[in-house]
């Protein structure tokens, strides 16, 4: 966890120069919106004025969680192990996506119950799963900490393959519990308020999972400024990895997006090592779940996507690609004010 303490603030001047270049393009001033400053962003991390995205990855971390055994989820964590190897075989939702907006999807194995067979699956195996938080801990300190340094070896190794960036996405079953249970301690709300139907609760289903949510910050008491320690009382494998996902961008100059709930309880954790992380992650969508916006808006981030999404897997994430392709287009290849006869448009107050 060194690494962390190497993480900087982004370039800003980059970003200046960028919103320059916006400027010359023949249109009203800042009329691509967030597109605009999600793009000064990206040209912040990599230290350019001419960024470029056409590298990019899917990150898919897999685990089992132990919560499951208090019955929070319309199916067992069997499900897990299928969709994993569903992913990491191409097969899934996400790879769908993935191959028409041009991004390789990874597959990384941080705590399946079970061993899997499965040649492009990348085992980084902490442990069979999580424990089941609402009688315990979620896992070691060890463990977690040793979670969020895969997440950072992971970008490590993409940073050297050239990729520029990486979309977070999650597989396990029953994670929105612990995620539920992470917000009402970092947004400071009541189970109540942030617990939602993850993949499709009924309401009595619900009312049970917001109990067990309870019951787990009863017994773990996870009152505490330190990310590891609330990881390890009330996280899970999926979250840590997801966790080092965001460091590991910040360290090694790596645009991170933000997925869903899950993904952004995990941006916020990583903001808790180090605040200036923030400047390498982008906001893709408002969750469906609860605690979504409220997660985001604690990291002073904009969705651009607000779809009542909740697939899971990346898979919202991945929607910010095409939009931040055509926000290259129109960087690159529209016509500028110099030569376009085309009066600049001015600032007006």
Partial sequence: M???????????KYALLAQEHWDSVAKPLRSFGVLEDFWNKIAAVQQTATPDISSRAVVVMCADNGVVDEGVTQ??????RICAEAIACGKSNINALAQIYKAKVIAVDIGIAEDLQCENLINRKNAYSSD????????????????????????????????????TGEMGIGNTTPTSA???VLLGLSPEVVTGRGAGLSSEMLDHKIDVVKRAIAVNSPFSDDPTELISKLGSYEIAGMTGLFLGGAVYGVTVVIDGVISAVSAVLASMYSDDCKDYMLASHVSAEPAGKGLLEKLGLKAIINGGLRLGEGTGGILLLPLLDGAASIYYNSHKFENSGIERYTELK
């Fill in 2 to 12: 060194d690494r962390v303490n190497k993480i900087l603030p982004t370039e800003k």
């Fill in 75 to 80: 199916t067992d964590r069997s499900v897990t």
């Fill in 132 to 167: 089941n938080i609402a009688i315990g801990t979620a896992m070691s300190r060890e463990n977690a900490v040793r979670a969020v340094e895969v997440g950072m070896d992971i970008v490590r190794d993409l940073a050297e393959q050239r990729v520029k960036l990486i979309v």
């Fill in 182 to 184: 992470l917000s009402s």
